[in-house]
T-cell receptor, first 112, second 111 residues
Framework: DVKVTQSSRYLVKRTGEKVFLECVQD?????MFWYRQDPGLGLRLIYF???????EKGDIPEGYSVSREKKERFSLILESASTNQTSMYLC???????????FGPGTRLTVT | GEDVEQSLFLSVREGDSSVINCTYT??????LYWYKQEPGAGLQLLTY?????DMKQDQRLTVLLNKKDKHLSLRIADTQTGDSAIYFC???????????FGSGTRLSIRP
């Protein structure tokens, strides 16, 4: 079974804090993705990575950065958290050719 | 540009069929997907259809694709309370690794 795990299910941070969200997959997938999910807006792609140390901006990269030092791990970083980054964050992975993405359970982040 | 649209809510009676509709804009879509998200969980792939097919059936699920109208639907026969979830339509465009998701349709089941 493919497993995508995320470091926290729930997180509460203060405005201005640096926040790290970690994602690990065990299927040797080349591609990894970070989305945020907001009611009525569906999933919006923040960043994705198709190889170690490679990254591409998605549709809403502003205020976020990412790191992929190892194939199985993809981190999302909020350099200075703001209240409008309160959201559900979902990580996903897939093989190099694309296709089906496997999702983690999500991290619900609240910034106060 | 690429866009996937679906209605936000659907309510059906237990035992009836549910039909969730989706439209997409990119004619170069290769695969179209239906994902299910149960409360508090991530998305799980329910089924998919290749763009050169017009129908796919898998137990209670039937996917219909109308390429001319860029319309995709998911029919769930004999809807059960366990089918309550958000259903996302998604398209994969040409050879890209990215998938474009719709906003999700929340399916609720009434007794």
């Amino acid at each position: 079974d493919v497993k995508v795990t995320q470091s926290s299910r729930y997180l509460v941070k203060r405005t201005g804090e640096k926040v790290f969200l970690e994602c690990v997959q065990d299927m040797d997938h080349e591609n990894m993705f970070w989305y945020r999910q907001d009611p009525g807006l569906g999933l919006r792609l923040i960043y994705f990575s198709y190889d170690v140390k490679m990254k591409e901006k998605g549709d809403i990269p502003e205020g976020y950065s990412v790191s992929r030092e190892k194939k199985e791990r993809f981190s999302l970083i909020l350099e200075s958290a703001s209240t409008n980054q309160t959201s559900m964050y979902l990580c996903a992975s897939s093989f190099a050719g694309g296709g089906e993405q496997y999702f983690g359970p999500g991290t619900r982040l609240t910034v106060t | 540009g690429e866009d996937v649209e679906q209605s936000l809510f659907l309510s059906v009676r237990e035992g009836d069929s549910s039909v969730i509709n989706c439209t997409y804009t990119d004619s170069s879509s290769t695969y179209l997907y239906w994902y299910k998200q149960e409360p508090g969980a991530g998305l799980q792939l329910l089924t998919y259809i290749f763009s050169n097919m017009d129908m796919k059936q898998d137990q209670r699920l039937t996917v219909l694709l109308n390429k001319k109208d860029k319309h995709l639907s998911l029919r769930i026969a004999d809807t059960q309370t366990g089918d309550s979830a958000i259903y996302f339509c998604a398209e994969r465009v040409s050879s890209a690794s990215k998938i474009i998701f719709g906003s999700g349709t929340r399916l609720s089941i009434r007794p």
